[in-house]
């Protein structure tokens, strides 16, 4: 799509109707004759970020092993973030058309969200509270601030001014999965460290007694 | 401080030295004096940010509840960035200048951001891989993530495409606390939430052996 290009080159707050005309060689006023106003344009572009984000999301399909998927999905995350910044500024960092007049726009975003709350579905989520309707939909939210916030702290310029290597930035990332294993389940996925050895009974025990 | 009121009103993009002059009622050349170049203003005002950040997280002092404190550390982080979006904004999603040659910016920052790193020395953490030199840093990186995803999202159009209610958004903030509280120490700060009443036998037991 044209506007994509312009976006990519001159940054989103240059983008207007003139550019995408002059990009696509006809005059100022042809745009309008597909789509009423920018809002327009914009919630179509936005709506197609959603669609391509979701289609990302859901390359690898799940497993039988649910933290394995969601790190994967988290993997896949931060990488279309690295890949696409532009696109993912524009669905989560820049003002968005008045959803409710732009309901394909809406309807993407919703598909994009529910595949991260779809590879919720087969974990073994430990409750932190009683269970209501929307409850998956707030473990979503936790998955996606977490995702979000760590993509866009990877690519600002906070790590060098903290002097973060990138060995460390990426130990950063496989931490930030294994805290959100251990947040969701109770367990991180993977089995327990033991400072020593465990002896068979001790570790046919360990599986039913809290360790203290 | 002048350079902040021009920044409020005009959004980041516009500050200039220009605008710095104006505001405060001297020459065009007059910021000069101060300051070599706009780097090393803008330099300034973040470090001051940073400073001023730091201060509002320590707001409240660490009690012995590393739950209680973690949780009260993350509702100032929200606040301040809803209570100052620009200055949020600034510090943490836009080009810094070069940290090198900005030291002070670059220690505020580090300041800001050992705040968040103390705030879990008094936790007892649940290991997640081996123990090394910078491991609180990239547990700290972890909060930070959720914290300004969170915030990033909370302030964003997203909301509103995805139809979140006020209430599910105030339930969103307290589902990833109790999820970081669970993520950090393998509780979530709270009691269990038991399905019938316990037996005074079992709730005895129940603090050392894991209930499945």
């Known amino acids: 799509m044209e506007a994509f290009r312009i976006i990519e080159e ?27 106003s920018r809002d327009h344009i914009l919630a179509e572009i ?31 995350y931060l990488e279309y973030a690295q890949r696409h910044p532009l696109k993912y500024r524009l669905m989560f960092s820049t003002p968005l058309p008045d ?9 993407n975003a919703h598909h994009a969200f529910s595949i991260l709350r779809d590879r919720l579905q087969g974990m073994p ?7 209501s309707t929307r409850s998956t939909d707030l473990d979503a939210m936790f998955i996606w601030s977490t995702l979000h916030g760590l993509s866009s ?15 460390d930035q990426r130990r950063s990332v496989q931490r930030c999965f294994a805290r959100l294993s251990l947040a969701l389940s109770g367990n991180d ?6 400072k ?3 002896r068979k ?3 046919r025990s360990s599986s039913s007694t809290r360790r203290r």
């Open 189 to 194: 996925g993977t089995p327990a460290i033991p």
């Open 125 to 131: 989520l430990r409750q932190t509270e009683p269970q």
């Open 10 to 36: 001159a940054g989103i707050e240059k983008l207007s109707l003139r550019d995408v005309a002059r990009r696509v060689g006809v005059s100022h006023q042809a745009p309008y004759k597909h789509f009423p």
């Open 196 to 198: 020593r050895p465990l």
């Open 46 to 76: 936005v709506a197609r970020c959603f669609d391509e984000f979701a289609v990302f999301l859901g390359t690898r399909p799940p497993s039988d092993q649910p933290h394995e998927d969601l790190q994967a999905m988290g993997l896949l």
């Open 99 to 107: 959803p409710r007049r732009h309901p394909r726009m809406m309807q």
């Open 153 to 167: 702290i990877l690519h600002s310029d906070m790590l060098a001014a903290l002097k973060m290597s990138e060995l």
């Open 201 to 203: 009974s001790e570790a």
